[in-house]
């Protein structure tokens, strides 16, 4: 039987010291290498990209499926995977969900990447 994957809340921004500070843990590897997978999908780049150039009250997932080409169905899958790493957020206004991008937690993903980035 496969092995089960560990479940790991990778809800909060990634936080530890940056890449060129020397070999990372296992751990701190882990957590940064599981948010980089939730980006690993050109979906899922465009729906980022479509987030950061929206108004700040973000975009409902209509707009997103309309303006990627694909169906809603879809887009909620890619935005499941972006806001189980924490770089999505989602609010519920009357019948819609609104999603943006969770500005500080890719802030801290880039800062782990390269601390010396966006001065």
């Known amino acids: ?8 809340d ?14 990372m843990s296992d ?4 957590h940064v290498a599981l948010r980089l997978k939730a980006l690993a999908d ?13 108004a700040t009250d973000g975009c409902n997932s209509g ?10 169905s879809t887009v909620s899958h890619h935005l499941n995977q972006l806001r189980n790493a924490g770089l999505v ?4 206004r009357g019948t819609n969900v609104y999603h943006r991008p969770h500005r500080a ?7 782990v990447l390269d601390p010396n980035c966006c001065r």
């Open 10 to 23: 990778i809800s909060a921004p990634v936080c530890c010291a940056p890449v060129a500070a020397g070999v």
């Open 42 to 54: 050109p979906a899922r780049v465009k729906i980022m990209s479509l987030l950061f150039g929206s």
């Open 63 to 72: 707009e997103l499926a309309a303006a990627i080409g694909v169906g809603e």
């Open 89 to 92: 957020e989602s609010t519920r």
């Open 27 to 30: 751990d701190d590897a882990l």
């Open 1 to 8: 039987m496969p092995k089960a994957l560990p479940v790991i």
């Open 105 to 111: 937690a890719v802030a801290a993903l880039v800062g």
